[in-house]
């Protein structure tokens, strides 16, 4: 390491490695992906993986991803729900390309994918 | 990116306890489930709720587990990981409301007072992965330092900040660079005080085994601020977890060009090594430490010349302790105002207690300074345990005093703890309750430095030894009433004649104890009793008649056949035979057995 900017661009780096080791603040955005037996028989992981790739990719600092239980509606699993902005977004039926989406449009343009939301498709 | 963190202790106390292999069952679970790339378990330092321990942390719920057992493993990865149910039986039980929800690990009481500076990354990061301690603002302090500052930029923030010596004295330790500094010399050292060894103090063990790169930067900021090239840590051997992850940092940082030459592309080189203590306390003190590293026995020298102009091989040398060191990164990142903010006029900053004794909660704290001794006594520490009364709080070790319950008002700072006759030391807090002697605890600390004290010169050799002598006759029964102002006629005189601060500190704790607990101390020479019961010699166990129902219990286990009497009749016990185990009472079930 010979300079100051190479210090720092390793701990850029390294944020994302720990990223999710502290509870949410108040200012991030939250997205839980409901990993109940219904939710992971669904496919549920690999949207949780695609989530967790996409945020690590675009460096994003201010989300915090984990999962929860059971939400209850096991017919439309694999279900994200974001939190930001003081809103709760549900989104279902989610694939790996959806989420990354959702990560692309909803959590870093702002633009909320609508054709995902519960509210859309029920 | 990981969706979950567990962080589990691996600090001492938490290890003792198993931690290491509930750390390794819990990688393998994790493995096994196919996790490992979602789910990160990480081994940090210490969390400070030894009392708990092995502790765990699961985030982002924030879930802290407590007292967990290796069996505990599979159930909190099936229930918490895999299926995102907390397992609520294994919570500790202060971060739950009573909805059941958890709470913010800040919104506890052991936590919410402290303010954690020098702690700050104990129990957050992995003390032995650079890489986190850099994603955590490490080694920046250094870089702004080397590509921004003058060394004299960097000492006016130092004593700006107001830190001063957190190894006990108190010694504002901008000044103390600045010494070193204006000493002509082309060969200049380094030296970190890591020979903790007051009875009941882990601050410094915990800092290294949990934040060991902070000492490590801040050694090099040192370096740069004094012109310094070559560093040494002197740590004891008996830490050997600290001395394991010490050395891992070093050989990172110098991997990653953090420590060698020419750090950060500037012309500013320097190298730490890490000399082993051998288990002396007076080596604690920076002149036996210097000898030591030095290669030879580990004596005191009389001051002056101080060791900022002639110390380590002559040269001259800056001594800081771990914990002054853990500070010093953040004074420099966010700056001298923002530490002088915290604490009281005289004594800025934050200070890291290690609890222990009649205490609930022992385990490590860090309070700014300027709270109070109930606050941290009762507040974070819970209070004494089973209902008894809190007596007297012993800060410094052997070379501190006690602090009496009717000064538990006191705000914690380097001076009033001065003025009360105890001192700041290293950062022990040792908790009383009515069950203790004071006067044993004095006799405690005195057999201590007798035992320490190093031989160099007359009054702590012969001094201590002659104090212990009239200590003993107290707590036998034998002494009399001049022999107490004997007994302080004598501190008095090992205080003013001894070489160095062992010697000069070793009567405080029995100064101290006359000064709050004379009563105590007049008991034990006028009634011949000890108030509380401890002291062997003055004890008489008897069996009151009307209770005793003559079951014959106490008798038969009594180890040296003390106790006689016939079957459904009061026994009897001959003072003369009995050694005073207390076995009898304990097995008494009729309350017939008395101590006084």
Redesign the interface.
Known sequence: ????EE??A??DK???????????GKDET?IK?G???CGIAAGARPV??AL??E??KRQLHNV??????CIGLCRLEPIVEVFKDGQKYTYILMTPEKARKVIVDHVVNGNVCSEYLIGENS | ?????I?VCGGTGCTSNNSIKIYEALVHRIYDEGLD??V?VTQTGCFGLCALGPIMIV????AFYSQVKVEDVDEIVNEHI????IVTRLLYKETVDEGGNIK?LNDTNFYKKQHRVALRNCG??NPEKI??Y???????AL??VL?EMTPQQVIDEISRSGLRGRGGAGFPTGRKWQFAKNSPGEQKYVCCNADEGDPGAFMDRSILEGDPHAVIEAMAIAGYAIGANQGYVYVRAEYPIAVKRLSIAIEQARE???LGK?I??TDFSFDLDIRLGAGAFVCGEETALMTSIEGHRGEPRPRPPFPAVKGLFGKPTILNNVETYANIPQIILKGADWFASMGTEKSRGTKVFALGGKIHNTGLVEIPMGTTMREIIYDIGGGCPNGKKFKAAQTGGPSGGCIPAHLIDTPIDYDNLIAIGSMMGSGGLIVMDEDNCMVDIAKFFLEFTVDESCGKCTPCRVGTKRLYEMLCKVTDGTATMEDLDKMEELCHYIKENSLCGLGQTAPNPVLSTLRYFRDEYEAHVRDKKCPAGVCKKLLRYEIVADKCKGCTLCARNCPVGAITGNVKEPHVIDPEKCIKCGVCMEKCRFGAIVKG
């Open positions: 390491m010979k300079s100051l210090l720092r390793l701990r390294m944020k994302s490695q720990t990223d999710n080791r502290s509870v949410a939250v992906v990993m109940a037996t949780l993986d967790l790739d945020a690590d915090s991803i984990s999962q929860t239980g | 990116m990981f969706r979950s963190h962080l790339k979602e990160h985030y982002p719920e924030g895999i299926k995102g149910r913010a957050v990061i890489d986190e850099i994603a955590y603002d490490g080694y920046e870089g702004k590509t990653y060009g953090l020419n950060f592309g």
